[in-house]
C-alpha cells in the first residue's frame, strides 16, 4: 500500500478501520501479536492504542487549525481598530515628548527629521513649474490635466546687490482751502 500518497485525513480514516477490525476480529485484547518488520511484539490493546494516538492527533490538529483559523480571523477584524489607536497613541507621544529624544527613545522612537528649508531660488522655480503647469492645463477636464505636464526650462538670475529698502509711499497733497469771495464768504467747492 502507498502510505506516502495517502492524506493525513485518509490515514486516520486507515486506522480507524484497522481499529474496528482488530476489536471484531481479536477479543481477547491481552492476545499477543507478533509483527515483522523489526516491529516488538504487542498485545491487540497496545495496537489498538497506537493507531487511536494517531487518530487522536489528527483531530486535535484539525480542531488547532480551525481554533487558529478563527483566532486569524478574529484578528484580522481587530486590526484596522487597533493600529488606529497605535498610531494616535504614537502621535501623542510625539507631540508631548517632540524635544525629548531619551523619553522618545523609552518608546523605541526616534525624533522627526526635520525637512530641509528650500533655498530661494527653489521656490522660484517650483512656482514656475507650477504657473506653466496651469496654463498648459487650460481648462481640461480632472482626467485630461492628469497627463499634462508643465514644461519651464528658464534659469533664475540673481544680481546681488544693495538691500531694497521700501519707500514710504507719498502723502497726498492737501487739499486747497477755498478761495474766500469777496464778499467774504466761502464759496464751496465744486461737486463732481
Known amino acids: 500500500m502507498g502510505t506516502t500518497t495517502q492524506g493525513k485525513g485518509t490515514r486516520a480514516a486507515r486506522a480507524?478501520?484497522?481499529?474496528?477490525?482488530?476489536r471484531k476480529h481479536f477479543a481477547n485484547g491481552t492476545q499477543v501479536l507478533t509483527f515483522t518488520g523489526g516491529f516488538a511484539n504487542v498485545t491487540v490493546d497496545q495496537a489498538v492504542a497506537e493507531l487511536q494516538s494517531l487518530i487522536d492527533n489528527r483531530t486535535a490538529a484539525v480542531a488547532a487549525r480551525a481554533t487558529a483559523r478563527d483566532k486569524v480571523k478574529s484578528e484580522q477584524a481587530a486590526m484596522p481598530a487597533l493600529l488606529a489607536f497605535m498610531n494616535a497613541f504614537e502621535g501623542l507621544i510625539r507631540i508631548m515628548f517632540a524635544n525629548d529624544t531619551t523619553s522618545l527613545a523609552d518608546f523605541g522612537l526616534t525624533p522627526r527629521k526635520q525637512p530641509t528649508p528650500k533655498k530661494t531660488v527653489e521656490k522660484a522655480a517650483a512656482a514656475?513649474?507650477?504657473?506653466?503647469?496651469?496654463?498648459?492645463?487650460?481648462?481640461?477636464?480632472?482626467?485630461?490635466?492628469?497627463?499634462?505636464?508643465?514644461?519651464?526650462?528658464?534659469?533664475?538670475?540673481v544680481t546681488p546687490g544693495a538691500p531694497a529698502t521700501p519707500e514710504a509711499p507719498e502723502a497726498p497733497a492737501p487739499a486747497e482751502a477755498p478761495a474766500a469771495s469777496p464778499g467774504g464768504a466761502a464759496t464751496a467747492p465744486p461737486k463732481g
Do not use: D, F, Y
Open 16 to 22: 480507524g478501520k484497522l481499529i474496528a477490525g482488530a
Open 128 to 157: 514656475a513649474k507650477a504657473e506653466a503647469t496651469r496654463q498648459a492645463r487650460g481648462t481640461k477636464g480632472p482626467k485630461a490635466k492628469r497627463a499634462i505636464h508643465g514644461n519651464v526650462t528658464a534659469t533664475l538670475v
